[in-house]
């Protein structure tokens, strides 16, 4: 269901089988551009040798630490940290860039482990800038996999779209039907000349499969920022802003989740969103379009907060950034 404004309720678009979602903005994106560009940005098969690749284990206490950690340019990633009152032996890790964001040319890719039985709290210490471009572009891969038992959040802050920026961004979740997962993606436009220049184009896509492969939702857009500047009503209309976020879980506590994030999504003037039911009954999807970074970074962590209380029954710490 989308929420706006005074809390009015508008029927949305539900997962309840798996799909492709690809919309089409006359002039600006056509068949032509989806079948020419969008292979050269997400090639299949083609995923680079991750530069950030983490295991996962649980010792016998039931504390989570790093079994395997490589971790390569241009990423750096922080100690353990442990934040009061998240789940006993609980870490929080944070990864940081060291180049200043994602370049021309950039072939990106993470590789995350969650062993069974592990809880964990992933993010960024900061947004990521997708600079500008001249002639080619930028792909980011991020493969996640939860085995049985396990509680991964991964909760980077946005992707921040400067002018001229190209993106192709995959992110695959590959989670046990006993696994929790929390997470998210998100992007920013920003023009830091405020002379009404625009990111080139973003080509996104968010697929969650089972152990063995098999599809059980699949979200992909590509997005110009000719298309958003325009506003079309139906479209992004007047919100510049978006992320999704995802809270994958078993099929039992499905019914209290979608209710505690629909309560929990802010309803007001910046921000339009909508929570609904993923196919086979393996979580819930949020979609946010706002205004602005601070409504969307609010309407995501208000999702965040409803999941993680509905899920492990308490309130997450905010995250020092």
């Not at 493969?143 to 992110?171: H, I, K, M, N, T």
């Not at 089972?210 to 599809?215: E, H, M, N, Q, S």
């Not at 989740?257 to 009954?281: F, K, Q």
Request: charged share 20%.
């Amino acid at each position: 269901m989308l929420k706006h404004r005074s809390s009015a309720v508008l029927d949305a678009t539900r997962f309840d089988v798996p799909h492709t979602c690809d919309a089409a903005v006359e002039d600006d994106l056509t068949t032509p551009d989806v079948d020419v560009l969008a292979p050269t940005a997400m090639p299949k098969g083609t995923l680079a040798a991750p530069q950030l690749d983490l295991m996962l284990t649980a010792d016998p206490r039931g504390h989570t630490y790093l079994a395997r950690q490589r971790v390569g340019y241009p990423f750096h990633l922080g100690r353990s940290l442990y934040v009061p009152d998240d789940p006993a032996g609980m870490p929080t890790l944070y990864v940081q860039s060291c180049s200043g964001g994602i370049f021309e040319h950039d072939r990106l890719a993470w590789c995350i482990v969650a062993g069974e039985g592990t809880q964990a709290h992933l993010t960024t210490s900061a947004s990521t800038i997708v600079h500008g471009m001249q002639g080619g572009n930028a792909v980011q891969d991020v493969v996640v996999e939860a085995q049985a038992g396990c509680l991964l959040e991964y909760l980077p802050d946005p992707l921040v779209l400067f002018p001229g920026a190209r993106l192709a961004s995959r992110l695959l979740l590959r989670v046990h039907p006993e696994a929790t997962v929390l997470a998210c993606d998100s992007l920013v436009p920003h023009d830091p000349q405020s002379a009404g220049n625009r990111f080139d184009w973003v080509h996104a896509e968010l697929t969650v499969e089972d152990l063995a492969g098999k599809l059980i939702a699949r979200d992909r857009y590509r997005l110009t920022g000719a298309a958003l500047a325009s506003a079309t009503p139906g479209l992004t209309g007047r919100f510049a802003c978006q992320g999704g976020f995802l809270a994958l879980c078993r099929a039992a506590r499905l019914r209290g989740l979608i209710d505690a994030l629909r309560c929990a999504l802010p309803a007001d003037d910046n921000v339009y969103v909508g929570a609904s039911r993923l196919p086979y009954g393996r979580g819930a999807w949020v979609r946010v379009l706002a205004h602005d970074a601070a409504a969307l970074r609010e309407a995501l962590r208000s999702a965040w907060y409803a999941a993680r209380r509905a899920l492990v029954g308490a309130d997450p710490m905010p995250r020092r950034k």
